[in-house]
């Protein structure tokens, strides 16, 4: 609420949809680094949209504190 009641711009990063767990035969394969795939694995759900492209409730709330 700070941004509203001050008038403050702001930057916030997020992921537009979900996106399914890397497996891990790209370990197993050498493809990637096991630290990567895990790193990932962390913020599958971090989207402001499910896979298929629904909206989260979250996204309403984003959404709101566009200008």
Do not use: H
């Amino acid at each position: 609420m700070l941004g509203r009641s001050e008038d403050l711009a702001f930057v916030y990063q997020s992921f537009l949809r979900d996106y399914p767990p890397l497996g891990m035969w790209l370990v197993s394969d050498d493809v990637l680094d096991p630290t990567v795939v895990n790193l990932f694995n962390i913020w599958p759900c971090s989207g402001l949209q499910t896979e298929d492209g629904s909206p989260k409730a979250a996204e309403e709330v984003w959404r709101s504190y566009l200008p």
